[in-house]
């Protein structure tokens, strides 16, 4: 069993049909990609993993580590081991990065807040790790931040809050080759020193130039098309998305 199964998963906004029956498995010490054109579904699978309101779930499940998370709210599945690394992250002025990663642990622990000397160890060992500047921290969340800076507060904040499994809903959209590489390189150590699955959402491949997918889906009008590996990468890169299209059109 999977950490995170998502079975036959329809969704909409509104009155329009999103996601048409998408069955997903990741776990934890796995590294997914999800890729698909503009307007394919990816960003709304993202959301809809999380608990997000404005989308409508109307047949499957959500599964995590064994639990129906399908109508759970988003910060028990948050709770649970979920991050979502969003694709364009919010400022929180006035608000240091140091305070907003220490509330966040503390949400999770309830009657058992970590204690100051124990954040500090734990937020100097996630900057090392990352090899992030102490001082970046003292800074307020996402504000003035340039795209690269906001990717890696992302990251900090997985490091410290250590979910199970990450989804990164384009969290390459944007970003510079210096920017990009800070990202890969933090989803690599997280994934090599906590065990941390991760769900790649992108519809480039640049990204996964760096970090390395086991496995790579490609959505397509709502639905999960076609399943590989890190072929399927270089395929998209030399064919294009209309290619896989018409395959996919041949075979129906």
Avoid: C
């Amino acid at each position: 069993m999977a950490d995170l199964e998502i079975r036959n998963l329809h969704v909409r906004v509104e009155e329009r049909e999103i996601l048409k029956g998408v069955d997903l498995d990741v776990s934890k010490g796995e590294i997914h990609a999800l890729m698909g054109p503009n307007g394919s579904g990816k960003s709304t699978l993202a959301s809809t993993i999380m608990g997000h309101p404005s989308y409508e779930i109307t047949e499957g499940t959500i599964t995590f580590k064994g639990e129906d998370i399908t109508q759970t709210d988003p910060e028990d599945r948050a709770h649970a081991g979920l991050f979502l690394a969003f694709q364009y992250p919010v400022s929180i002025p006035g608000v240091s990065i140091a305070n907003f990663l220490r509330m966040a642990i503390n949400t999770g622990r309830k009657d058992d807040p970590i204690n100051v000397r124990e954040f500090g160890k734990r937020l100097q060992h996630a900057v090392d790790l990352l090899d992030v500047d102490r001082a970046f921290t003292s800074r307020h969340v996402n504000d003035g931040f340039s795209g690269g800076e906001k990717k890696r507060a992302e990251i900090l904040q997985m490091a410290m809050l250590q979910p199970e499994v990450a989804v990164l809903d384009e969290t390459d959209s944007g970003l510079d080759i210096d920017a990009l590489r800070t990202v890969a390189e933090g989803v690599d150590k997280l994934h090599a020193e906590q065990g941390m699955g991760a769900l790649i959402i992108t519809h480039y491949q640049r990204i996964l130039h760096y970090v390395k997918p086991q496995f790579v889906h490609i959505l397509m009008d709502g639905r999960i098309v076609m399943e590989g590996g890190s072929e399927l990468v270089e395929r998209l890169e030399r064919e294009g998305y209309d290619l896989i299209r018409q395959e996919v059109g041949a075979r129906a």
